[in-house]
C-alpha cells in the first residue's frame, strides 16, 4: 500500500486530453486551472440564481446541513451546457473510463453552495452509489468534476482529495496527513475518478463556496440525478444532439435502452419509427458480453 502524501497533479489551460488522463490514472485527480472564462462562470450562476435561493439545505450531514444541492443544470442553464460538454472533460472521460464502453453518460450536474460554518463532509469515494459493487481495481467506471465558481480556498472549503487513494484499500480513509485540497481560481476544474476518496471542505470562511459538481459514468450504469425526470423529452427535443446523448438520450450499449418498439432513444425524440434493431443504429454489438 502507498502510504505516502502525494501531490495534486495541476495544468494549465492547455493541457492536453493526454497529460490529464495519465494524471488521473497514476494519482487519481488533477487540477486544470482557469479551463473556463469568468464571464462563463457568471452567466451559469446568474441562470441559475432563483433555482439556488429556492433549495433547501441538506437533510443529513453528508448532504452538508448549511449545503445546497441544485440540480437540473441541463434544462436550467442554457450556460451549463459549454461545462457539461467542455472538449477536454469529455476526451478525458473517452480515455479514462473503462475502454471497453460503448458510450459514457451524465451521471449528475449539481451546483453545491457549501455555507459558511459548513463542516467538512466525510470522506468517501463516489462510485459506493453502485451498493459498493467491487468493481475490478484497475477499471474506472465514473468520472467526477467540480468546478470553481469562485476561488477555491482552504478556508473557504476546496474539496479534500487524497491522491493516490484511488488505487488503494478503505484504510487510507483514515489518512487525514495525505489529504490535499483543491484550490484553485474561479473557472477552473478539478477531476478525480470514482474510485478516488474525497469529500468538500470545511467553510471557515463567512461566504457561500460554490462548486459545479458534474460527473459522467459508463452507458450501462444508472445515473445517479434521473437525467429523464430532470431533463424531460420536451425539454430534451430541444437540445443539441450531443447533449441528448450526454443526458442519456442514447443507446447504452447494444439492446440497453430502447423505447417501446425498439427503438432508439433518438429516434423516439425525433418521432421516427426508427430501425427495430437492439443495436438502434449507433452502437455496435459487443461479443464480449456473450462470454
Ligand atoms: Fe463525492
Known amino acids: 500500500m502507498n502510504a505516502a502524501a502525494m501531490d495534486m497533479p495541476r495544468f494549465g489551460k492547455d493541457a492536453t486530453v493526454e497529460e490529464v488522463s495519465e494524471a488521473l490514472r497514476t494519482a487519481g485527480c ?46 436550467r442553464s442554457r450556460a451549463s451546457w459549454g461545462f457539461v460538454a467542455h472538449p477536454l472533460v469529455l476526451g478525458i472521460c473517452e480515455s479514462v473510463l473503462w475502454p471497453k ?33 467491487p468493481f475490478p481495481g484497475d477499471i474506472d ?79 450501462w450504469l444508472r445515473q445517479e440525478e434521473n437525467q429523464y425526470l430532470s431533463v424531460p423529452p420536451d425539454v430534451a427535443r430541444t437540445l443539441p444532439e450531443e447533449m441528448q446523448r450526454l443526458v442519456g438520450y442514447a443507446m447504452g450499449s447494444y439492446a440497453l435502452g430502447y423505447v417501446d418498439d425498439v427503438r432508439s432513444p433518438a429516434d423516439y425524440l425525433a418521432g421516427s419509427a426508427g430501425a427495430s434493431s437492439f443495436g438502434a443504429g449507433d452502437v455496435e454489438f459487443n461479443r464480449g458480453a456473450l462470454r
Open 101 to 133: 464502453k460503448t458510450s459514457f453518460q451524465l451521471h449528475l450536474t449539481q451546483l453545491i453552495s457549501i455555507g459558511p460554518g459548513s463542516a467538512g463532509q466525510p470522506l468517501h469515494r463516489d462510485q459506493w452509489c453502485f451498493d459498493s459493487f
Open 30 to 75: 488533477a487540477v486544470v486551472e482557469r479551463l473556463m472564462p469568468e464571464d462563463s462562470v457568471d452567466a451559469l450562476m446568474a441562470d441559475m440564481a432563483p433555482w439556488i435561493d429556492a433549495t433547501p439545505n441538506g437533510a443529513d450531514t453528508f448532504s452538508g446541513l448549511l449545503t445546497k444541492r441544485t440540480g437540473a443544470l441541463v434544462a
Open 141 to 219: 467506471v465514473e468520472v467526477s468534476t467540480i468546478w470553481a465558481m469562485q476561488d477555491f480556498t482552504a478556508e473557504n472549503g476546496a474539496t479534500r482529495i487524497i491522491p493516490g487513494s484511488h488505487t488503494e484499500s478503505n484504510d487510507s480513509l483514515t489518512h487525514e496527513h495525505r489529504v490535499v485540497q483543491a484550490e484553485m481560481p474561479k473557472g477552473s476544474v478539478v477531476l478525480y475518478t470514482g474510485r478516488t476518496i474525497h469529500g468538500g471542505g470545511e467553510n471557515r470562511s463567512d461566504a457561500v463556496r460554490t462548486g459545479l459538481n458534474i460527473d459522467y459514468v459508463l452507458g
